[in-house]
């Protein structure tokens, strides 16, 4: 069972939503759309459901060519972020709804929807009517309507972005599981890498229609293959500082240096970019070779146990994830730490030239 995308793109009024486009998804795996909102990953989601026809290319489905074929025809289930359930039917039978439509036998619906109604925890539930149920209970019947639908395609447009932190997280860990077992090949939108790195499975990272980046989850996070997938794979996004190699030293302006060691030392002499993520900047020295930067504070946030700082560096704009509560002054200046080994190196056409030492060794 597989899905393929080859050379799919989607035009609305002119305007490409999604460039050409190739994919393939096997049987059996969680497949993470991750980008910021208006990237592409509904679009796509469209177009692999036939929701929508691509202005160019195919969709195929076990090497069948179902490009113009209705989505009424096709084995799709489809959850989105806004939950949708018949008002005027219980939960059973909004469970049950799909299965009925499709001619399945009374005593297999009852099992099935039962069985899913233990993994949703909507058992209690299931003779109230969903105006009766909270939000988060709502969606998990919606959630649920899919799973007994059996379809050989899965799609979850951030299903989990109306729900309750602690529900959400439950899920978050349940669902690879649930999707494992079915078999099925599931596609789920989000716009949080913290989400798409529980998840597991594979990630496509989208940035304004295209996918730039397809591959196991924490591989694309380890060694994003441009500045671009690194940005989308960073809350907050990566932070960047101009650089250059010369001789076995690594300059990071304002005198900051640090030698070419590994596959540094590989690099031509020459420009580039240095990406680290906001939980490798730190106040404080942590390790004997950590570089000290001068930054002005100008925004903090409190999260109870981490500090955001978002600093003013020569023009450029960086975000620190700080461990702790830290009582600090706006507008001061304020020394900030980065480990050398933290540091990804990208050419001057934003491609990877060096990935981090820490994540070699992950």
């Not at 671009?228 to 010369?246: C, E, G, Q, Y």
């Not at 690099?267 to 930067?293: S, W």
Request: aromatic share 6%.
């Amino acid at each position: 069972m597989t899905l393929e995308l080859k050379g799919v793109s989607k035009t609305v009024e002119g305007q490409t939503h999604i460039y050409p486009t190739d994919l393939t998804l096997e049987k059996g795996t969680m497949n993470v759309l991750l980008g910021p909102t208006l990237s592409g990953k509904t679009s796509l989601m469209r177009l692999m459901a036939g929701l929508d026809v691509p202005a160019t290319g195919r969709v195929l489905w076990n090497g069948e060519d179902v490009t113009g074929q209705r989505v009424q025809d096709r084995k799709v289930a489809m959850v989105y972020q806004q939950f949708i359930n018949y008002p005027s039917m219980s939960v059973y039978d909004n469970i049950a709804s799909p299965m009925k439509l499709m001619g399945v036998d009374k005593a297999e619906i009852d099992r099935r929807v039962r069985e899913t109604a233990e993994l949703m925890k909507l058992t209690p539930m299931l003779e109230r009517k969903p105006l009766e149920l909270s939000g988060g209970q709502q969606q998990r019947c919606a959630l649920a309507r899919a799973l007994v639908k059996n379809a050989g395609l899965v799609l979850l447009d951030e299903p989990l972005a109306n729900l309750d932190y602690k529900l959400r997280e439950e899920l978050r860990v349940e669902i690879p599981k649930i999707f494992e077992a079915s078999g099925s090949i599931f596609v789920y939108a989000t716009t949080e890498p913290e989400e798409a790195l529980l998840l597991g499975g594979n990630v496509a990272t989208l940035w304004e229609g295209r996918i730039t980046q397809f591959g196991l989850t924490p591989s694309v996070y380890r060694q994003p293959v441009d500045a671009t997938t690194a940005r989308v794979f960073s809350d907050p996004p990566m932070n960047f500082l101009p650089i250059s190699k010369t001789g076995n030293r690594i300059m990071f302006g304002n005198g900051q240096s640090a030698p070419a060691t590994g596959k540094l030392a590989e690099l031509v002499d020459g420009r580039y970019t240095a990406g680290f993520r906001p939980n490798h900047l730190e106040i404080g020295r942590h390790t004997a070779d950590a570089m000290e930067f001068k930054a002005t504070l100008s925004v903090t946030e409190l999260t109870g146990s981490e500090t955001f700082v978002h600093l003013a560096h020569h023009g450029e704009r960086w975000v620190g994830l700080i461990h702790g509560v830290h009582e600090l002054t706006l507008g001061e200046e304020l020394s900030v730490w980065l480990d050398p080994r933290h540091v990804y190196i990208f050419g001057e056409d934003g491609k990877l030239v060096a990935p981090a030492a820490y994540a070699l060794a992950a």
